[in-house]
């Protein structure tokens, strides 16, 4: 009988709005229903992008071994996001809870619904930060380098911190 070979999935998390620190936890909780949680970020604050009239964020990336398909995890993905409250109204904009799928093992996908690897993922110190604190080796197909690599390349200067006990920025 064959058996399907999990994937090596990395999840970007991030809320703003409520009891942040705990929508990432319990993101990560249901999360765990969709494969196995191999190690988690801490939890970073980091300030909002685009949208700039909203509180900071909490951010965190998880690294996910599942054997669902990259669109069944993103519909996992948006099960999960919906069950803790997400209204999308403004672009950017405050949320419970955000998850994308920025690396799922070395698949590149681009359609509609989905892009794999996540198309900003190299632009960003809030996904970088936390992706090279688990998995600085993670690879990007597309752009073909090292998540610590990218993150060398990274001329945002955004602030990343990692979160005091309040979840705000120090």
Known sequence: ?????????????????????????????????????VRVSSLYCTEP?????QDDFVNAVVELETDLSPEALLHQCRAIEEALGR????????????????????TMIETPELT????LLHTRRFVLVPLCEI???????????????????LHDHQRVLRCDENGTLP
């Open 116 to 119: 794999i690897p996540h198309p």
């Open 49 to 53: 992008m685009g949208f700039a009239e």
């Open 1 to 37: 009988m064959f058996q399907s070979v999990p994937t090596i999935a990395y999840i970007g998390l991030g809320s703003n709005l409520g009891d942040k620190k705990a929508n990432c936890r319990r993101a990560i909780a249901l999360l765990a229903k969709s494969g196995r949680v």
């Open 135 to 153: 998995a600085p080796l993670a690879f990007h197909p597309k752009l073909q380098q090292t998540a610590s690599n990218l993150f060398l390349d």
């Open 87 to 106: 209204v999308r109204t403004i672009h950017w904009g405050p949320r419970t809870i955000d998850m994308d799928i920025l690396l799922y093992g070395t």
